[in-house]
């Protein structure tokens, strides 16, 4: 009947609680829930990436482990929802990198890392790889700003397709029709949902971390992360258009917007990274998929070790170790980019189009269009 | 560490909404506080943890309440539930008290929403738990441990030593071995004693070996019985408890919420002969709850069953076990390990009898039987279209009323009328001074509240004096 035995227990869970509802005002995925009396498995794979992970409905329990009746929510819902990438992942034949995810990125990450290095001290003149650079267009003579811009764009695109392509299989499993998309209404609500991170607030006390005292850490961390990661997205966008529209060469100096927006964002991922790995090895265990560790842990290893290269790079620009910053900067990010859709990035992607269902069908909740 | 050679001001023993709210309430006023709780820090809070609502009075509409409720109609719907069996004094101070409990108990981080999907119909008397009873409990232990009240798990009390009203310490379980405890003053807060089987036994007969607990397993009233023993006086009948009708299926122990059914209204309910034994569409649901464990505690084996057919499968909430599911009656019937034949006449004379009507059930339609013993006054609709299904049902005892006595101040009478030097109740275990009998959903929770409050308050000036 379900695809998979992780499925099948998140069925059997989600009718528990269907049944009893209690933990109905902690969160979306609930109330979301309650729509419905039998539960499919693209259901659930809604369910589960609406889940936040706050732990709340674990604590809050009266049959979680040792009850017999074993409810444990979060952990069935991650465990769903990890197993959910794959069975989405696009091409079909990639699926098989979220397995042992940890591993996969690593070795990508450290072969970019090493065809960056081999690429610049094969192309790259010595004479300019190893000495100080100054002024505009010096990181384009160690490579130029065309091969750049083509690798990394190519890169994005591929990146972005291939989410496209999975984010279609998704909505289709789910069975929401694409005119959801085009609603104004649902989409904001999202992006206020998802910015705010409104479900990663344990029902409003914060999240279940460490012990029965709830706190607010992993959201704020996780705030860190999203928004210096923005950040730098920013930098990156604006340094685009300085270069195409303006005419400016990078390096900008250290008081222009890119520059600015970079060494923010970088800070955030700098903070926010550390902050949430901390949190996960704090965590209670029971209530985590700690089979997928190394999928976070990869994850956030890559958005720290692209901001501490780039603020690194920024620091150094002026010496000789440019060059070889650059090789190494340029390598994690072009990982990041080309394992995005197959590795804890889509975590958002995904969460982020359930909760624009879920904003669709709580207005339609509320106007009684849809009921139990 | 919790050091047990101190002598506590006041010493509260159980675990649940009524033992919490007490040492809360003791804690504020200036006293040293030891709970002891006999189950594990998991299962803390016996019944308490299952639960989703209180019922208090307020006079104007909330975030989370529809509207008010009035202390005069709250009193109005106490006394016919019970039929008069009520303290009315006691219980008109505990609906007064039960206003102030709103905030009071938010102040110790409980947080309250609107009322559950698909109970619409106590959205303006009871206030919902956000997260339920765990997460109330949870938010009531970590004040009490914030402010500093002592808490022992695994600590059951397994004897009291008691003069003359007056108690001295109280024997509690370590380990393989004990401990004494004194304290100024007590607080029993231990439950009623649904769990213990042997003294259920004694009022219902053998027929109490088939029930089920909804709740915990360690409120076996051996506080109660200490008590009584000492000369504390009695309050309410044995048989007089909260039984509904829950799945059969449930297990023993901690079943909770889930294992109730809602669809007696929509089907015929029949006992192991397949013959059926009450009016299934008496009144509203919500009315008739409570009463069809005490109807199927009275049937052979004390087993029944509820046998509806496909149209009514969506209109009642989903419950933890699919229903027994077959295309014939018959084929049900064998299912259930029943006389095929049987529940195939039983089923087609309750059909013959149907009169036609307008099914709403919503409210009381004009759906009945006509010349049918016993009928069915509402939605009685023919069971003719299959899949049919059926849910096995037995009597779930949610908790007893048998209690020892207590004055407004909580505290406990003796036999001979007087009071208690140092000895006061909440909760369950003096539940029987306000609830004779009946129920009205969220009141448990009100008992355990006002009545803990009050007697962690005096425990507290009591120890002091
Ligand atoms: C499934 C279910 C749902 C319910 N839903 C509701 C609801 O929504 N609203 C409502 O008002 N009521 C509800 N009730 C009733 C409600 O649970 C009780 O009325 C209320 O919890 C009683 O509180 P209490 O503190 O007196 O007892 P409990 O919460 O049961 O606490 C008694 C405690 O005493 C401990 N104890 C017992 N013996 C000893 C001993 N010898 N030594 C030490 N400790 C001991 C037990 O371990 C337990 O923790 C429900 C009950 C059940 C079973
Ligand atoms: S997690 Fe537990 S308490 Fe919450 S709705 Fe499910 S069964 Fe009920
Ligand atoms: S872990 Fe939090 S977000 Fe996930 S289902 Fe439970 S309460 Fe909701």
Excluded at chain 1, 165 to 171: E, K, Y
Excluded at chain 2, 112 to 134: A, D, E, V, Y
Excluded at chain 2, 309 to 322: G, I, K, V
Excluded at chain 2, 391 to 411: A, C, D, E, K, M
């Amino acid at each position: 009947m379900h695809a998979t035995d992780t499925l099948a227990e998140a069925d059997r869970l989600m009718t528990v609680c269907n049944s009893c509802r209690y933990c109905e005002g902690l969160c979306a995925v609930f109330p979301a829930m309650e729509l419905r009396r039998d539960f499919a498995d693209g259901d659930l794979n809604y369910l589960a990436n609406l889940c936040h992970s706050c732990g709340a409905c674990y604590s809050d329990c009266q049959f979680s482990p040792p009850h017999e009746f074993n409810v444990n929510v979060p952990l069935v819902l991650a465990q769903a929802r990890t197993d959910s990438y794959a069975a989405y992942a696009w091409p079909p034949a990639f699926s098989g990198l979220f397995a042992r995810n940890g591993l996969a990125i690593s070795i990508i990450a450290a072969l970019s890392v090493a065809v960056f290095i081999a690429g610049f001290i094969g192309w790259a003149d010595p004479k300019v790889l190893y000495t100080a650079q100054t002024g505009p267009g010096a990181f384009y003579r160690v490579m130029p700003h065309n091969t750049m811009a083509l690798i990394f764009g190519a890169a994005f695109l591929y990146a972005i397709v291939a989410m496209v392509m999975s984010v279609r299989m998704f909505w289709k499993d789910i069975g929401e029709p694409a005119s959801t998309l085009t609603e104004g209404a649902s989409i904001w609500q999202a992006v206020k949902d998802a910015s705010t991170l409104r479900y990663l607030d344990g029902g409003g006390v914060g999240c279940m971390n460490e012990d029965e005292r709830p706190n607010d850490n992993r959201r704020l961390y996780h705030h860190f992360t999203f928004y210096g990661f923005m950040l730098c997205f920013a930098a990156t966008s604006t340094a685009t258009l300085y270069h195409y529209l303006l005419g400016v060469e990078a390096p900008y100096p250290w008081y222009d917007l890119p520059v600015v927006l970079g060494t923010l964002g970088g800070i955030g991922l700098l903070i926010g990274p550390v902050g949430l790995l901390a949190a996960k090895f704090r965590r209670d265990p029971a209530v985590m998929d700690k089979q997928r560790y190394g999928m976070d842990v990869a994850f956030l290893a890559m958005l720290f070790l692209t901001s501490l290269t780039g603020l690194l790079l920024l620091v150094l620009r002026e010496t000789p170790a440019m060059g070889m910053l650059l090789a190494v900067h340029l390598g994690v990010v072009f990982s990041l980019f080309i394992t995005m859709p197959y590795g804890k990035f889509v975590h958002g992607i995904y969460r982020f189009l359930a909760l624009v269902r879920y904003a669709k069908e709580k207005r339609m909740m509320e106007a009684g269009e849809l009921t139990a | 560490m919790v050091d047990l050679t101190k002598r506590y001001d006041v010493l509260v023993i159980g675990g649940g909404n009524a033992a919490l709210c007490a040492a809360i309430a003791a804690r504020r006023a200036g006293a040293t506080v030891l709970v002891l709780e006999a189950a594990t820090k998991f299962y803390r809070g016996g019944n308490t943890r299952h639960t989703r609502n209180m019922r208090c009075a307020h006079d104007a509409a909330t975030d989370t309440l529809s509207g008010p409720y009035y202390e005069d109609e709250f009193f109005d719907d106490l006394l016919r539930v019970t039929g008069g069996e009520t303290n009315e004094a006691l219980a008109k101070m505990m609906i007064h008290e039960s206003k102030e409990m709103l905030t009071w108990i938010a102040e110790q981080g409980v947080r309250f929403q609107p009322s559950l999907g698909g109970t619409l119909s106590l959205g303006r008397t009871n206030s919902f738990f956000l997260g339920g009873g765990r997460a109330m409990l949870n938010a009531l232990y970590l004040t009490a441990e914030n402010l500093g009240v002592d808490v022992l798990y695994e600590a059951e009390v397994i004897g009291m030593e008691i003069e003359n009203g007056m108690f001295l310490s109280a024997r509690v379980k370590r380990g393989e071995g004990h401990a004494d405890v004194r304290a100024g003053s007590l607080v029993t807060a231990a439950g009623g004693f649904e769990a213990n089987k042997e003294w259920l036994e004694e009022s219902w007969g053998p027929a109490a070996r088939n029930f089920l607990i909804r709740g915990t397993p360690h409120n076996r009233g051996t506080i109660l019985k200490m008590l009584l023993g000492a000369g504390v006086d009695k309050i309410g009948d044995p048989t007089q408890c909260h039984a509904v009708a829950i799945d059969a299926r449930a297990p023993q122990y901690d079943g909770g919420i889930i294992t109730r059914l809602d669809c007696v209204v929509f089907g015929i309910v029949v006992n192991k002969h397949c013959e059926r034994f009450y009016d299934e569409g008496e009144d509203v649901w919500p009315k008739r709850y409570a009463i069809w464990g005490r109807l199927v505690a009275g049937q052979p084996d004390q087993i029944g069953y509820i046998v509806f057919d496909a149209r009514s499968l969506e209109l009642f909430m989903p419950s933890c076990f699919p229903p027994i599911k077959a295309d014939t009656i018959g084929e049900l019937a064998q299912k259930l390990e029943l006389d095929p034949a049987a529940l195939e006449k039983t089923v087609t004379d309750f059909n013959d009898h149907v009169v036609p009507g307008t099914f709403d059930h919503t409210q009381l339609d004009d759906c009945r039987t006509e010349g049918l013993t016993p009928p069915k006054s509402h939605w009685a609709r023919r069971i003719e279209q299959a899949p049919f299904y059926a849910y096995p049902v037995r009597p779930g005892i949610t908790f007893t009323y048998l209690g020892v006595r207590v004055n407004h101040q909580s505290r406990m009478m003796m036999a001979d009328g007087k009071p208690s030097v140092n000895m006061f109740a909440a909760g369950e275990i003096m539940a029987g001074n306000v609830l004779g009998r009946g129920y009205a959903a969220g009141i448990g929770m009100t008992i355990g509240s006002v009545f803990g409050r009050i007697a962690g308050r005096e425990a507290a000036a009591n120890a002091r004096n």
